[in-house]
């Protein structure tokens, strides 16, 4: 993508941050965030440099949102209160943030004349599939709040897309991991989590038995597939994953055996509103836009563990 106005919602986040970063190096791009979860710190170089600017503020104030999308070609919908336990224990607010919050983008969208809005949708849509790979014609069965949210955005993106002729996408990501990803929060994802563990020595906490599964992608591949889905006609859900299915207690191993630490797991009951196993079938994204990671579970952990390293400061 060149040359062209864009708005990321959410875009202090770990995958916002990651998207703007490479839209600004040939964008103008707007970032909006409320830093409910996002940081300073992770777009601070983009606005120091002037590459992007910054909007605080609620993507569920609707004026504020015309207010940032006047003029631009593209918004990428990052902001969510992304956490299913989360969810569980708070769904008020992740309704708001997920549900208003998706709905007034849509309305300032259509509103100002953007091209495509791009929803960050979510794998937790599907629930439990009686068979894997999950694909984007299997029923949904949302298992959390969380997911509801997910489900009623993608819903919203089709209908605005059937009404209004606003070209939407939604994505539904895959346990995404990777640089600028927070392990200090109690929700934190299991990527980040059992790295800082094993940087810092202590034993992983692993829910339940280990075994359950799940497609872990690289935000590198994320961020590609949100600009080629930006810039193709494609409209509609698309499964965003690594396309492999990995046990918990695989990537424990493979994080233990890249920073170079002898894995110790402690058991924790399993959370509720957690699925099973997680796979995706990737094959419609890559036959309508051209997506395939890029990247193998083990070159997205290690550059992810060094990352850990550099800016962290914390030595393994
Ligand atoms: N990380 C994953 O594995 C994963 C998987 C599936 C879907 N997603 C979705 O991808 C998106 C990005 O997730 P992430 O992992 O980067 O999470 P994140 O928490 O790092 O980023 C979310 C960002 O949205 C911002 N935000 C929240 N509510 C807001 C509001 N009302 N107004 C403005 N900004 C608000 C937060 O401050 C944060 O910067 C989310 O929509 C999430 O649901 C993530």
């Excluded at 003029?71 to 992304?82: K, L, M, Q, R, W």
């Excluded at 579970?297 to 550099?310: D, H, N, P, Q, Y």
Aim: proline residues 4%; neutral net charge.
């Amino acid at each position: 993508m060149r040359r062209k106005k864009v708005v990321v919602t959410g875009g202090a986040g770990f995958i916002g941050s990651n998207l703007s970063a490479e839209l600004c190096k040939d964008n103008e791009v707007t970032i909006v965030d409320n830093f409910s979860t996002g940081k300073e710190g992770n777009i601070k170089d983009l606005i120091d440099s002037g590459c992007a600017r910054l909007l605080r503020g609620s993507v569920t104030d609707l004026e504020a949102m015309k207010a940032a999308f006047k003029g631009a070609d593209y918004v990428f919908h990052e902001a969510a209160i992304p956490s299913v336990p989360r969810s569980v224990a708070d769904p008020m607010r992740t309704n708001d943030a997920g549900v208003t919050g998706t709905l007034a983008v849509l309305v300032a969208a259509r509103d100002c004349g953007i091209e495509k809005v791009v929803f960050a949708s979510s794998s937790s849509v599907y629930g439990e599939t009686e068979s894997l790979p999950k694909k984007e014609d299997m029923v949904c069965m949302p298992m959390s709040p969380y997911a509801v949210t997910k489900l009623a955005g993608e819903h919203y993106c089709r209908v605005f897309t059937e009404l209004y002729g606003l070209g939407t996408v939604a994505l539904r990501y895959f346990n995404v991991y990777g640089p600028m990803q927070d392990p200090g929060s109690e929700y934190a994802a299991v990527v980040p989590k059992f790295i800082d563990c094993a940087l810092k020595g202590e034993a992983f906490p692993i829910h339940g038995d280990g075994l359950q599964s799940r497609d872990f992608t690289f935000v590198r591949d994320v961020v590609r597939a949100n600009l080629m889905a930006a810039e193709s006609k494609s409209t509609g859900v698309y499964n965003i994953g690594g396309g492999r299915r990995t046990t918990v207690l695989e990537l424990a191993q493979a994080i233990s055996e890249v920073v170079g630490f002898e894995m110790r797991a402690v058991h924790l009951p399993p959370r509720p509103g957690d699925v099973r196993d997680s796979w995706a079938d990737i094959s419609k994204a890559k036959r309508d836009f051209g997506f395939e990671p890029a990247f193998t579970l083990r070159e997205g952990i290690s550059e992810t563990v060094a990352w850990f390293r550099r800016c962290l400061g914390t030595q393994g």
